[in-house]
């Protein structure tokens, strides 16, 4: 398959997802103000959207959650790192107000996933016998979990900035 064909065959909302995906780092890049509720809202809607794809593709079972579990372990550690590079400052701890460091390494770090996200559903549609691979679905249950983990860990170093807070 030769790229045009690939292009030509991505469905649209892929498209709009990845300007999305890209508009989002590129916000990202400055300084902004959240809500601790608004940051709590994205590592939400990466687990329900994992757990969907994952009953999708390979049931709901120990071994699938526990992959993605162990991901998201590694993921938060990894997330709790970064923001421990690219702390907040709290503008408000009476509404758990922030305001979050622009950072290229984040835009890096989401248009990664979502590039990584696209190759998959490619391979999987060109070889759905990939489904089956082992090694795959471990690799596929284990990355899913990484980015959820990754913005759980930010968050959690965020409640913990919030809670020492004066």
């Known amino acids: 398959m030769d790229i ?10 892929v498209w709009g997802t990845f300007v999305y995906v ?6 990202f890049l400055q300084d902004r103000t959240s809500s601790l509720r608004r940051l709590v809202l994205a590592p939400a809607i990466f687990l329900i959207w994992s757990l969907i794809s994952i009953k999708g593709h390979y049931g709901l ?22 923001s421990v590079a ?4 709290i503008v408000d701890k009476s ?18 996933f979502f590039l990584l996200r696209y190759i998959r559903g490619v391979a999987f549609s060109l070889n759905p016998a990939l489904m089956q ?3 795959i679905i471990l ?3 284990v990355f899913s979990g990484l980015l959820v983990g990754f913005l759980l860990g ?9 809670r020492k807070a004066k």
Request: charged share 10%.
């Open 133 to 135: 691979e082992p090694r």
């Open 61 to 82: 079972t120990v071994y699938s959650v526990g992959m993605l579990l162990c991901g998201a372990a590694i993921g938060a550690v990894f997330g709790w790192f970064f």
């Open 154 to 162: 930010r968050v959690a170093m965020y409640l913990n900035i919030y």
């Open 95 to 112: 509404k758990a107000i922030f305001i979050l460091p622009g950072s290229a390494a984040f835009l890096g770090i989401l248009v990664s």
């Open 139 to 141: 690799l596929d249950l």
């Open 4 to 13: 045009v064909s690939l292009v030509k065959g991505t469905p649209w909302w």
């Open 86 to 89: 690219h702390p907040p400052r």
């Open 22 to 27: 890209v508009a989002v780092s590129v916000y």
